[in-house]
């Protein structure tokens, strides 16, 4: 079946240091990949997404490139926020069969200190 | 932001009872989908519907856990039967198309 791996369980950065987030997929066709992000006590926030090889996600300053070659969408941000802090998510959306159902990693809890 | 309504909030329920949470899917949005998150951030998604007919639905959801999204009214979703291992996060979400899909705050269940 389809899976989402991000390598990253958690990542503590200061205000204004360069953010990665690794996201892997394996899936059949050609899935729709997501970024959300969940604050504390609130359900996830769609941050982008991307449909096709090369195709750029962007939002709020953080950005993600669809390569089909690594099967990788890698969340970049250049400068973090003590707001940013939160859990991030890698998801894909595969709609072979009308499903639609969101297939999620295991997200990465960021930590922004000032 | 997201326009999904989810009530209640929060539900506390003993072994064996019935629990009940609604949504409220943003204007416009003829796809509903319900996700559990566990206590580990781990989704797991429930059944989703096009209008008022399901879509697909897990395994699980067709034994003790009905859902339904009547026309003008609330969709929900009901365990008829709650045990410890369903205390976690439901979540609602809705879409114009199915891909993009806006989550509202979740229902925490907590199953004593």
């Known amino acids: 079946g389809d899976s989402v791996t991000q390598t990253e369980g958690q990542v503590a950065l200061s205000e204004e240091d360069f953010l990665t987030i690794h996201c892997n997929y394996s899936?059949?066709?050609?899935?729709?990949l997501f970024w959300y992000v969940q604050y504390p006590g609130e359900g996830p926030q769609l941050l982008f997404r991307?449909?096709?090889?090369?195709e750029k996600g962007s939002s709020r300053g953080f950005e993600a490139t669809y390569d089909k070659g690594t099967t990788s969408f890698h969340l970049r941000k250049a400068s973090v926020q003590e707001s940013d802090s939160a859990v991030y998510y890698c998801?894909?959306?595969?709609?072979?069969?009308?499903?639609?159902?969101?297939?999620f990693g295991k997200g990465t809890l960021l930590t922004v200190t000032p | 932001n997201s326009k999904v309504i989810q009530t209640p909030r929060y539900l506390v329920k003993g072994q064996g009872q019935k629990a009940k949470m609604r949504c409220i899917p943003e204007?416009?949005?003829?796809?509903v989908f319900w996700y559990q998150q566990n206590k580990n951030n781990e989704f797991k998604f429930l059944i989703n519907f096009q209008n008022q007919e399901v879509l697909q639905q897990i395994d699980m959801t067709e034994k003790r856990f009905s859902a339904e999204c009547p026309s003008n009214s609330p969709c929900s979703l009901e365990i008829q039967s709650s045990e410890a291992g369903d205390s976690a996060l439901y979540l609602c979400a809705s879409s114009r198309d199915g891909y993009e899909q806006y989550f509202g705050p979740g229902t925490r269940l907590t199953v004593l």
């Open positions: 991307a449909s096709r090889d090369k």
């Open positions: 204007k416009g949005h003829p796809v």
């Open positions: 899936a059949s066709g050609y899935p729709t």
């Open positions: 998801a894909l959306l595969n709609s072979g069969g009308s499903n639609y159902k969101l297939t």
